[in-house]
Nanobody, 123 residues
């Protein structure tokens, strides 16, 4: 089992940057494929990006490609989501999630979730 804790959210202006962190504890981080998802009020949870088990590959939703970057630090059991050029439509609660299966953009494929961190982008 693994526990996930996100941090780094906040209120920023459009065009700003934020870096979210997700610290995993309980099992070796490299055993899991990790995903970042977000959920805005009244909307379904949507895939943002992910990193394969071991960190060899990264994946992004079209809406964030180029602006967001995912990276992992196995020594710190941490995965990061660097978000640049933020837009008001990026406003949501951001969640990290872990799966023992292969990477997926489907939230249902993930076994473990963090509590989420709020990102608010003002125009």
């Amino acid at each position: 089992q693994v526990q996930l804790v996100e941090s780094g959210g906040g209120l920023v202006q459009a065009g700003s940057s934020l870096r979210l962190s997700c610290v995993a504890s309980g099992r070796t981080f490299s055993r899991y494929a990790m995903g970042w998802f977000r959920q805005a009020p009244g909307k379904e949870r949507e895939f943002v990006g992910g990193i394969s088990r071991g960190g060899g590959s990264t994946y992004y939703a079209d809406s964030v490609k180029v602006r967001f970057t995912i990276s992992g630090d196995n020594a710190k059991n941490t995965v990061y989501l660097q978000m640049n050029s933020l837009k008001p439509e990026d406003t949501a609660v951001y969640y990290c999630a872990a799966t023992t299966s292969t990477f997926s953009i489907n939230p249902a494929a993930y076994d473990y979730w963090g509590q989420g961190t709020q990102v608010t982008v003002s125009s």
